[in-house]
């Protein structure tokens, strides 16, 4: 069993336990423990209330949804993972910050996409996208249903130099489900980019283009093919928006590994559109 937990943040929302079920999956997959974590998101300034009262304060019921979130989340794991080690704690300060500082030292962390109501759909929403482009660990963004399994992992491949980590992790999720692997490398060059050069790609150009980018992705992907000898392997290169591309390979993955910068403080043009169309679980993978 693995020392290091998946981390699973929660609200209550339905959304929220999605996410809470695929890292009880997850922890069940690699021999790890489970902890679930909530941050009530109190407002600046704002503290609970002193002494008895007959009533609660709004921080009161935030605390209490927070408890809320805390039982239904393990309750949901416990059904899918009965024998799985859980874990839950309340977390404290900026929802965004405390929930990505949790996932400091685990083996993945795993948010939902969105919250419960039109305000909280914010701050969580607020909270996948930052966690995702700032944890120190991978961040799983579980999207929608999650159906049969495909059997397949999908990795973007943007520079062809490749991000180890990314790889890694994609591999050691595709052997892990005995699933096959496929490394998309999407390429585009914006209109306005053509127009201000004066150019036009002509078919012969983009086949050439696509040619040489085969042949680096294929040498790539060789000492993983030789590390992960019973992973499938494929691979595709593709003339279009890597977001949109990588969007569309969702629907037919298990899983989309995405490589990020540690540094990174933004959301990103691709990691930003594949988070918000995906059709299944994202993963952000920071470089090592």
Same mark, same amino acid.
């Given at each position: 069993?693995?020392?290091?937990?998946?981390?699973?943040?929660?609200?209550?929302?339905?959304?929220?336990?999605?996410?809470?079920?695929?890292?009880?999956?997850?922890?069940?997959?690699?021999?790890?423990?489970?902890?679930?974590?909530?941050?009530?998101?109190?407002?600046?300034?704002?503290?609970?209330?002193?002494?008895?009262?007959?009533?609660?304060?709004?921080?009161?019921?935030?605390? @209490?949804?927070?408890?809320? #979130?805390?039982?239904? !989340?393990?309750?949901?794991?416990?059904? /899918?993972?009965?024998?799985?080690?859980?874990?839950?704690?309340?977390?404290?300060?900026?929802?965004?910050?405390?929930?990505?500082?949790?996932? +400091?030292?685990?083996?993945?962390?795993?948010?939902? *996409?969105?919250?419960?109501? $039109?305000?909280?759909?914010? &701050?969580?929403?607020?909270?996948?996208?930052?966690?995702?482009?700032? $944890? =120190?660990?991978?961040?799983?963004? &579980?999207?929608?249903?999650?159906?049969? $399994?495909?059997?397949?992992?999908?990795?973007?491949?943007?520079?062809?130099?490749?991000?180890?980590?990314?790889?890694?992790?994609?591999?050691?999720?595709?052997?892990?489900?005995?699933?096959?692997?496929?490394?998309?490398? $999407?390429?585009?060059?914006?209109? =306005?980019?053509?127009?201000? !050069?004066?150019?036009?790609?002509?078919?012969?150009?983009? *086949?050439?283009?696509?040619?040489?980018?085969?042949?680096?992705?294929?040498?790539?992907?060789?000492?993983?093919?030789?590390?992960?000898? @019973?992973?499938?392997?494929?691979?595709?290169?593709?003339?279009?928006?890597?977001?949109?591309?990588? +969007?569309? /390979?969702?629907?037919?993955?298990?899983?989309?590994?995405?490589?990020?910068?540690?540094?990174?403080?933004?959301?990103?043009? /691709?990691?930003? #559109?594949?988070?918000?169309?995906?059709?299944?679980?994202?993963?952000?993978?920071? *470089? *090592?």
């Amino acid at each position: 069993m693995s020392a290091k937990p998946i981390v699973a943040a929660s609200d209550g929302s339905e959304e929220s336990l999605r996410a809470v079920d695929w890292a009880a999956r997850e922890a069940v997959l690699r021999g790890a423990p489970l902890r679930i974590v909530s941050a009530p998101g109190l407002l600046p300034r704002m503290v609970g209330s002193q002494g008895h009262s007959e009533y609660e304060t709004v921080s009161d019921v935030i605390r @209490d949804e927070s408890d809320y #979130a805390l039982t239904a !989340a393990t309750a949901r794991a416990a059904k /899918v993972a009965p024998d799985l080690l859980i874990d839950a704690d309340h977390l404290s300060g900026a929802p965004a910050e405390a929930v990505t500082e949790a996932g +400091s030292g685990a083996l993945m962390l795993v948010v939902g *996409s969105r919250g419960v109501g $039109a305000f909280a759909a914010l &701050v969580l929403g607020s909270v996948s996208r930052y966690a995702a482009t700032h $944890a =120190s660990s991978p961040v799983v963004v &579980v999207r929608e249903e999650i159906g049969a $399994a495909h059997r397949q992992v999908g990795v973007g491949i943007g520079g062809l130099e490749g991000n180890t980590a990314a790889l890694t992790f994609a591999f050691e999720e595709a052997a892990l489900r005995k699933a096959s692997l496929v490394a998309i490398h $999407a390429w585009h060059t914006p209109q =306005s980019d053509i127009s201000r !050069a004066g150019i036009a790609l002509t078919a012969p150009d983009r *086949s050439a283009v696509e040619t040489e980018a085969t042949r680096q992705l294929d040498g790539l992907l060789g000492e993983w093919r030789e590390k992960y000898p @019973d992973v499938p392997v494929s691979h595709d290169v593709v003339h279009g928006h890597p977001g949109r591309i990588l +969007s569309g /390979v969702s629907a037919r993955a298990d899983l989309v590994v995405l490589g990020r910068h540690p540094a990174h403080h933004g959301p990103g043009a /691709v990691i930003h #559109a594949v988070l918000n169309h995906a059709h299944g679980p994202i993963v952000t993978v920071p *470089s *090592s």
